[in-house]
């Protein structure tokens, strides 16, 4: 099992900048690939950036490249969303998941969830 906490999330104006943690422990096994997502209410949960552990690979859903930069402290088992330049339409509910496939942003590869941590950008 793995247990993933978020924290991080906050509120921000336009321009500005977040980074979220999500602390994991437990079998490392299972998060081989680890990944952040979102959802707004009434919308379907989004997979917004994914991180290969073991090759080090890094995958960004198109509408965040060059703004939001995924990556981890392998000593603190602890990944990483740095996000800048945010603008209104990231504001959603931002969610640490692990799996113990290969990378990807698909929602049924991913094993386990955090709890989440919100993000509002104004």
């Known amino acids: 099992h793995v247990q993933l906490v978020e924290s991080g999330g906050g509120s921000v104006q336009a321009g500005g900048s977040l980074r979220l943690s999500c602390a994991a422990s437990?079998?490392?096994?299972?998060?081989?690939?680890m990944g952040w997502f979102r959802q707004v209410p009434g919308k379907e949960r989004e997979g917004v950036a994914a991180f290969s552990r073991p090759y080090g690979r890094k995958y960004y859903v198109d509408s965040v490249k060059g703004r939001f930069f995924i990556s981890q402290d392998n000593a603190k088992n602890t990944l990483y969303l740095q996000m800048d330049s945010l603008e209104p339409e990231d504001t959603a509910m931002y969610y640490c998941?692990?799996?113990?496939?290969?990378?990807?942003?698909?929602?049924?590869?991913?094993?386990?969830w955090g709890q989440g941590t919100q993000v509002t950008v104004s």
């Open positions: 437990g079998d490392r096994y299972y998060s081989y690939c």
């Open positions: 998941a692990a799996g113990a496939g290969g990378l990807s942003l698909r929602i049924d590869d991913y094993t386990y």
